[in-house]
């Protein structure tokens, strides 16, 4: 089993997360991307093409994918600074730190700093979408300004694509079975009855 880095929360969902961000800079965003949901993504482009169950509770997120025929489960737990990761197959999981930054990414947090621009309402999959461009600025000289398109379904006003980058760069996000709502507890835990592994600290890349 080959580990995803403690920042990334299973690749996918860090792309998923990006475009939720944000919150208008304007004195009235154009409505508020829900902080509890349940939702089917599948992306495509830089992340190669992967589908996955995401779960999101404020803080707390749990992605479900599967990994060369292994089901595969990774908590983000941005109020105890950890990520987990489950392998049911074998009845173990890992624990791994997260810094404050990495903490801080998980869920829907906002950035206030962020712009939006309606660029009107285009269909995406049968659904009437209103389409953003959501650009929120450098927090340092390492990190650029991100820029992301979002569509939202004008009616229930919930994500159904995301497209973050350009050209070889570019990952599109859709989401399916988006369901609002609190998630039970117990999704963001690792199961009491499987055992902790520990894994041996990789110092050039950990965060």
Do not use: H
């Amino acid at each position: 089993m080959r580990y995803l880095s403690a920042g990334l929360i299973g690749g996918i969902v860090c792309i998923v997360f990006a475009a939720m961000e944000f919150v208008s800079a304007e004195p009235c965003a154009p409505f508020e991307l829900p902080k509890q949901f349940s939702a089917v993504i599948a992306s495509g482009g830089k992340v190669g093409n992967n589908t996955a169950k995401v779960y999101v509770d404020n803080n707390k997120s749990r992605t479900e994918f599967d990994n060369n025929g292994s089901r595969v489960i990774q908590i983000g737990r941005g109020d105890l600074k950890v990520m987990y990761t489950i392998l049911p197959s074998k009845k173990q999981y890992s624990e791994i730190p997260l810094s404050d930054e990495q903490a801080r990414s998980i869920g829907t947090q906002t950035d206030s700093r962020a712009q939006w621009e309606n660029l009107g309402a285009e269909t995406i999959g049968g659904k009437k979408c209103d389409k953003y461009r959501v650009t929120t600025p450098a927090s340092n000289d390492l990190k650029p300004a991100v820029v992301s398109l979002l569509y939202v379904d004008s009616a229930e006003k919930v994500p159904v694509r995301t497209i973050v980058g350009e050209g070889v760069e570019m990952v599109t996000v859709d989401y399916t079975s988006f369901k609002k709502g609190a998630q039970d507890s117990s999704l963001f835990e690792p199961p009491k009855e499987y055992m902790k592994i520990v894994l041996p600290v990789n110092r050039e890349s950990s965060p």
